[in-house]
């Protein structure tokens, strides 16, 4: 049986998505990929609000930091405060290379950082990498509290 | 001249009134048998020199020895005022001298025309008359201090002075003041110049320079923002065609796969493009303040970061102990890096050897990577540093050509100077120039 895993990836930018999407569709495992395109959508996908009450809980959060309204660090805060959704890990996916922003993020409580590379080889090999280490590597939270 | 008092035509006194109107510096000595003292008196007054009489012709010698000695001493003191005037008139400054009052008692032609005054409206007139009303009693206070210690003073140093012309118009002036001790007592001799166009300029200058600074700046952050906004839809650019490349290789036709080629080979130097011209910002942008750093120190750790490019190239790099400069240590590493990395790319059929140097130079350290590659054409030197200049073609040597301009602007934000000597086919040596430190670590 394979086993399948949950990515929540909060992206505004779909050719971003669906990119990763592609990566992550030719990569070895079975994955079922959600998008929350504005930091609201992925507040409730989280929360199981509205049109999200029967969604899942992902087993990882991709997190892009730049997003419209509610931005990645609201996110990131409203995840890791919530008793239940704390324990899920939270990687973020972005482009800035900022100091302050890597600290920040820490200091929020994500579970890693990581730069996007600018070449597709590279994107690709960081996707699978986060795939392999998240989901081989890492013994995950799963099931009972 | 020596004249008797009583000559047969005329009289020792009309030889005396035509010598004064026609020579008057040359002595007149009368030598008169009889002569009472009240009409000597009266010959001196006239403007004789001295009387002898020849009753006591002994005393003749004397009188000539003095009268000869006055003449060469009032000849001196003539000469020395007309020097003294003669300067004072010709002098591009305007000078007035000013008497223990505050009396103007002489003026030169420049002063009445800088001060708008006809050349007989200023004699006798108040100093304060061409010092601005507002300024007028500080004036006469500093003009008393000044009074009781005259000492010689710089013009206008460190403060701005004005001057007020005869139609109210003020004016910035540098004044210098010089007390002249004479026998009518102290006098003050001022020196006045209007420095109207200088301080123009100055300003013009100093407005220059804003701007420039100025429109760098916003250059900068143009630049910084272009780049570092292009790179997110480039980013989806390169991606795709990439993508596209994987996915549809040996799918489509033969053109497809190469016109997907281009595409790909486009987007991706379109984003070394970017990094490079991102870097160069940096070079402002991220700069840290120089400080005492060791060359050597900073030269080893490129050497290891480059070990790779050095060790296919089958590249030796040599230095003797080098001095600790003052400079931003990333930096100064990028600068080795960027010239190393050169050397080692633009090789000859020998395996390149790098020599790294250190000479003093004034308040300077002159480094120097010198290698044994294939040089560079006299006519490409003026090229060499500019942006995304290159003189080989993309087949023959990689890179964008942003090496060279990005050290050149690191050496100038130390305050120092790059260039180079080349034989071509027998290598390169490029010299910089890093400030010494200021402490005399060296």
Same mark, same amino acid.
């Given at each position: 049986?394979?086993?399948?895993?949950?990515?929540?990836?909060?992206?505004? %930018?779909?050719?971003?998505?669906?990119?990763?999407?592609?990566?992550? @569709?030719?990569?070895?495992?079975?994955?079922?990929?959600? !998008?929350?395109?504005?930091?609201?959508?992925? !507040?409730?996908?989280?929360?199981?609000?509205?049109? =999200?009450?029967?969604?899942?809980?992902?087993?990882? !959060?991709?997190?892009?930091? %730049?997003?419209?309204?509610?931005?990645?660090?609201?996110?990131?805060?409203?995840?890791?405060?919530?008793?239940?959704?704390?324990? !899920?890990?939270?990687?973020?996916?972005?482009?800035?290379?900022?100091?302050?922003?890597?600290?920040?993020?820490?200091?929020?409580?994500? %579970?890693?950082?990581?730069?996007?590379?600018?070449? =597709?080889?590279? =994107? @690709?090999?960081?996707?699978?990498?986060?795939?392999? =280490?998240?989901?081989?590597?890492?013994?995950?939270?799963?099931?009972?509290? | 001249?020596?004249?008797?008092?009583?000559?047969?035509?005329?009289?020792?006194?009309?030889?005396?009134?035509?010598?004064?109107?026609?020579?008057?510096?040359?002595?007149?000595?009368?030598?008169?048998?009889?002569?009472?003292?009240?009409?000597?008196?009266?010959?001196? *007054?006239?403007?004789?020199?001295?009387?002898?009489?020849?009753?006591?012709?002994?005393?003749?010698?004397?009188?000539?020895?003095?009268?000869?000695?006055?003449?060469?001493?009032?000849?001196?003191?003539?000469?020395?005022?007309?020097?003294? +005037?003669?300067?004072?008139?010709?002098?591009?400054?305007?000078?007035?001298?000013?008497?223990?009052? $505050?009396?103007?008692?002489?003026?030169?032609?420049?002063?009445?025309?800088?001060?708008?005054?006809?050349?007989?409206?200023?004699?006798?007139?108040?100093?304060?008359?061409?010092?601005?009303?507002?300024?007028?009693?500080? /004036?006469?206070?500093?003009?008393?201090?000044?009074?009781?210690?005259?000492?010689?003073?710089?013009?206008?140093?460190?403060?701005?002075?004005?001057?007020?012309?005869?139609?109210? $118009? &003020?004016?910035?002036?540098?004044?210098?003041?010089?007390?002249?001790?004479?026998?009518? $007592?102290?006098?003050?001799?001022?020196?006045?110049?209007?420095?109207?166009?200088?301080?123009?300029?100055?300003?013009?200058?100093? &407005?220059?320079?804003?701007?420039?600074?100025?429109?760098?700046?916003?250059?900068?952050?143009?630049?910084?923002?272009?780049? /570092?906004?292009?790179? &997110?839809?480039?980013?989806?650019?390169?991606?795709?065609?990439?993508?596209?490349?994987?996915?549809?290789?040996?799918?489509?036709?033969?053109?497809?796969?190469?016109?997907?080629?281009?595409?790909?080979?486009?987007?991706?130097?379109?984003?070394?493009?970017?990094?490079?011209?991102?870097?160069?910002?940096?070079?402002?942008?991220?700069?840290?303040?120089?400080?005492?750093?060791?060359?050597?120190?900073?030269?080893?750790?490129?050497?290891?970061?480059?070990?790779?490019?050095?060790?296919?190239?089958?590249?030796?790099?040599?230095?003797? /102990?080098?001095?600790?400069? /003052?400079?931003?240590?990333?930096?100064?590493?990028?600068?080795?890096?960027?010239?190393?990395?050169?050397?080692?790319?633009?090789?000859?059929?020998?395996?390149? +050897?790098?020599?790294?140097?250190?000479?003093?130079?004034?308040?300077?350290?002159?480094?120097?990577?010198?290698?044994?590659?294939?040089?560079?054409?006299?006519?490409?030197?003026?090229?060499?540093?500019?942006?995304?200049?290159?003189?080989?073609? +993309?087949?023959?040597?990689? $890179?964008?050509?942003?090496?060279?301009?990005?050290?050149?602007?690191?050496?100038?934000?130390?305050?120092?100077?790059?260039?180079?000597?080349?034989?071509?086919?027998?290598?390169?040596?490029?010299?910089?120039?890093?400030? *010494?430190?200021?402490?005399?670590?060296?």
């Amino acid at each position: 049986m394979t086993e399948s895993f949950r990515i929540l990836l909060v992206e505004d %930018n779909p050719a971003d998505a669906d990119l990763t999407r592609e990566i992550l @569709q030719s990569g070895p495992r079975a994955i079922e990929l959600t !998008v929350a395109a504005t930091g609201t959508e992925a !507040v409730d996908y989280m929360h199981k609000r509205g049109r =999200f009450a029967s969604a899942p809980t992902p087993d990882l !959060v991709l997190l892009d930091l %730049n997003l419209p309204g509610i931005d990645g660090r609201g996110v990131l805060t409203e995840i890791k405060h919530h008793p239940e959704l704390r324990r !899920v890990p939270v990687s973020i996916l972005t482009s800035s290379l900022s100091e302050k922003d890597v600290a920040q993020s820490y200091d929020l409580g994500a %579970n890693c950082y990581v730069v996007k590379p600018l070449d =597709f080889k590279g =994107f @690709q090999a960081i996707v699978w990498e986060l795939e392999n =280490f998240w989901f081989s590597i890492v013994k995950l939270p799963r099931g009972e509290e | 001249m020596l004249a008797d008092y009583n000559l047969p035509q005329w009289s020792g006194m009309e030889a005396l009134e035509v010598l004064l109107h026609e020579e008057p510096s040359v002595p007149l000595i009368l030598v008169t048998g009889v002569l009472g003292e009240e009409t000597a008196v009266e010959c001196i *007054k006239e403007g004789a020199t001295d009387y002898v009489l020849k009753s006591s012709l002994a005393r003749l010698p004397v009188a000539i020895r003095r009268a000869l000695q006055e003449k060469q001493v009032r000849e001196q003191r003539e000469l020395a005022e007309e020097l003294f +005037r003669r300067a004072v008139e010709s002098s591009p400054s305007g000078i007035l001298m000013v008497d223990e009052t $505050g009396k103007i008692c002489l003026s030169n032609a420049v002063a009445e025309t800088m001060f708008g005054y006809k050349c007989d409206e200023l004699a006798g007139q108040s100093i304060e008359m061409l010092v601005p009303d507002r300024f007028r009693r500080l /004036h006469r206070e500093h003009r008393a201090a000044y009074h009781n210690a005259p000492i010689q003073h710089g013009l206008g140093k460190g403060r701005d002075l004005f001057a007020v012309r005869k139609d109210g $118009g &003020e004016f910035p002036v540098e004044i210098g003041l010089n007390p002249v001790h004479t026998s009518a $007592g102290t006098q003050t001799m001022i020196v006045a110049v209007d420095i109207t166009a200088r301080k123009q300029a100055e300003r013009e200058a100093e &407005e220059y320079t804003r701007e420039l600074q100025r429109s760098n700046a916003e250059l900068e952050q143009f630049a910084y923002v272009a780049s /570092h906004d292009l790179q &997110e839809p480039l980013r989806m650019v390169a991606s795709y065609t990439e993508l596209l490349a994987e996915r549809y290789r040996g799918k489509l036709d033969d053109k497809a796969d190469k016109y997907i080629g281009y595409a790909v080979d486009g987007a991706h130097r379109m984003q070394r493009l970017i990094q490079d011209l991102l870097a160069y910002a940096r070079v402002s942008s991220q700069a840290r303040p120089l400080q005492p750093t060791d060359s050597g120190a900073v030269l080893a750790s490129v050497v290891t970061q480059l070990r790779q490019t050095i060790e296919k190239n089958n590249a030796k790099i040599v230095w003797q /102990h080098l001095p600790v400069v /003052h400079a931003d240590e990333m930096q100064l590493g990028q600068v080795f890096q960027n010239l190393i990395g050169n050397a080692c790319k633009f090789h000859s059929e020998q395996p390149p +050897r790098i020599e790294i140097r250190a000479t003093p130079a004034g308040d300077m350290w002159q480094l120097s990577v010198a290698d044994n590659g294939i040089g560079i054409a006299r006519e490409s030197s003026a090229r060499i540093f500019q942006m995304f200049q290159r003189l080989h073609t +993309r087949e023959e040597y990689e $890179g964008t050509g942003i090496g060279l301009a990005i050290a050149k602007r690191i050496v100038e934000r130390h305050g120092g100077q790059i260039w180079f000597d080349s034989v071509p086919g027998a290598g390169t040596t490029f010299y910089f120039t890093m400030p *010494k430190c200021g402490g005399g670590i060296a």
